[in-house]
């Protein structure tokens, strides 16, 4: 399992990402990115135009696929849960909801060693906790170099708080998906 999270910026992070990966890529992608509550759905079909891969909004309760990219919808926090999503409305975390923390630390705790996670441009801390728990748990913390995010303020707070976490530029970051999805 992949999570990655992003903000400020996060959308156009992400779909240079998600561009280089194939269609046989085989790994499950939950996406975390902040955006306003009353944000209509038009991210999955920005994302999806040109991709291999398949992107949907997740619904609660859904059976995660490998092969799949799911992003969490506006105003809900995204959590993994016995090989499915599931979707909540509790407190914003860090003034947000999605918040990346809550996902990052779902991944943790049902994914362990073999989750990989991603924190991409954006402001604020949001991801920094959930990325050492994931690190703790054993999992790969990936970090965008903060020298090119639009938003270095959230791959900084990762950095500090995860110093063995691989910084890459988005390129090398969807190189090392695919290798490290290869070697699972």
């Not at 944000?39 to 079909?45: F, G, H, M, R, T």
């Not at 991944?107 to 441009?121: D, H, P, Q």
């Not at 990325?131 to 959230?154: F, N, Y």
Request: glycine share 8%.
């Amino acid at each position: 399992m992949i999570v990655i999270g992003g903000s400020l910026g996060g959308s156009a992070a992400l779909r240079e990402i998600l561009l280089r990966l194939p269609a046989h890529f085989p790994q499950a992608i939950a996406v975390v990115l902040h955006r306003h509550r009353d944000a209509e759905s038009l991210l999955v079909p920005l994302l999806q135009q040109g991709l291999a891969l398949e992107v949907v909004e997740v619904e609660d309760k859904q059976p995660i696929e490998p092969g799949r990219v799911y992003v969490c919808p506006a105003d809900y926090h995204l959590m993994i849960d016995q090989g499915c999503f599931t979707l909540s409305t509790d407190d914003l975390v860090h003034f947000a909801r999605p918040s990346i923390d809550v996902l990052f630390e779902s991944a943790a705790e049902w994914e362990r060693n073999k989750a990989i996670g991603v924190i991409l441009t954006g402001g604020g801390t949001d991801g920094t906790t959930g990325a050492q728990r994931l690190h703790e748990a054993g999992g790969t913390v990936l970090v965008q170099d903060p020298s090119t995010a639009e938003g270095p303020w959230m791959p900084t707070s990762a950095l500090t708080a995860v110093p063995a976490a691989r910084v890459l530029t988005l390129p090398q970051i969807a190189d090392t998906l695919l290798e490290l999805s290869r070697a699972r």
